[in-house]
């Protein structure tokens, strides 16, 4: 079963206005989660990592005061999209850092369903 | 820089066995993983390979040869539902993944 959550699905929103999207651990403490953006026809690409209590790492080029991220509990992390502009229109996906379920249990992500933003 | 490449599009036929490459380069090596993403879904992990060889997965198999850079995800006994993006990515030496563009699938009745 889905080991992450993420809400909403997708939104549809005005240029300039903020939007707040939810991801979720459902059955694991993430200490750690990862948000992503993908375009269409393009790989995923790494946002930021998102720390339980401390303050979220940047990838070079990703605005932090434009993509603020909270990950306030174990469970939770929200990455909102600050004055949303239509450039901003993506899938974004978050995932939480887990172990494969096969011999080697090594470190892995899984990931969210994604929430589909389009920005009018 | 790093990179990984994989063919942008590949098509087979329903019943039929596709490989899709992957090769990688990376600053170091802790593990190759292949992800399926279905069309405006998330993706779902595959696969882990971390020595030189083959690992099966009952219609799925993931080779991997350090030497080379190389790996391929083997497929078998293809059906309609396997169409979706099969993602290459390589954790390198920091831990972190990096994510292959992915290979678009088309299986044909």
């Known amino acids: 079963g889905a080991v992450v959550s993420q809400h909403p699905s997708w939104v549809i929103c005005k240029s300039g206005t903020s939007v707040k999207i939810e991801c979720r651990s459902l059955?694991?403490?993430?200490?750690?989660m990862f948000w992503y953006r993908q375009f269409p026809k393009q790989s995923l690409m790494l946002m930021a990592t998102?720390?339980?209590?401390?303050?979220?790492?940047?990838e070079q080029g990703v605005e932090k005061d434009k993509f603020l991220i909270n990950h306030a509990s174990l469970t939770l992390s929200t990455l909102t999209v600050t004055s949303a502009h239509p450039e901003d229109s993506s899938f974004y996906i978050c995932?939480?850092?887990?172990?494969?379920?096969?011999?080697?249990?090594?470190?892995?992500?899984?990931f969210g369903p994604g929430t589909r933003l389009t920005v009018l | 820089g790093q990179n990984i490449d994989q063919p942008t599009e590949m098509t087979a036929t329903e019943g039929a066995i596709v490989q899709i490459n992957c090769t990688y380069q990376?600053?170091?090596?802790?593990?190759l993983f292949w992800y399926q993403q279905h069309a405006g879904e998330a993706p779902t992990f595959l696969s882990y390979?971390?020595l030189d060889g083959l690992e099966e997965k009952g219609r799925f198999s993931s080779f991997l040869s350090r030497s080379k850079g190389y790996s391929y995800l083997l497929l078998k006994e293809l059906q309609m539902k396997d169409s979706a993006s099969y993602l290459c990515?390589?954790?390198?030496?920091?831990?972190?993944?990096?994510w292959g563009a992915g290979t678009k699938l088309i299986i044909k009745p």
């Open positions: 995932s939480t850092k887990r172990k494969t379920p096969d011999k080697y249990s090594t470190d892995t992500q899984y």
């Open positions: 059955d694991f403490q993430a200490t750690t």
């Open positions: 998102s720390n339980e209590g401390s303050k979220a790492t940047y």
């Open positions: 990376t600053s170091g090596f802790n593990g």
């Open positions: 390979n971390v």
């Open positions: 990515a390589v954790m390198d030496s920091n831990y972190q993944l990096i």
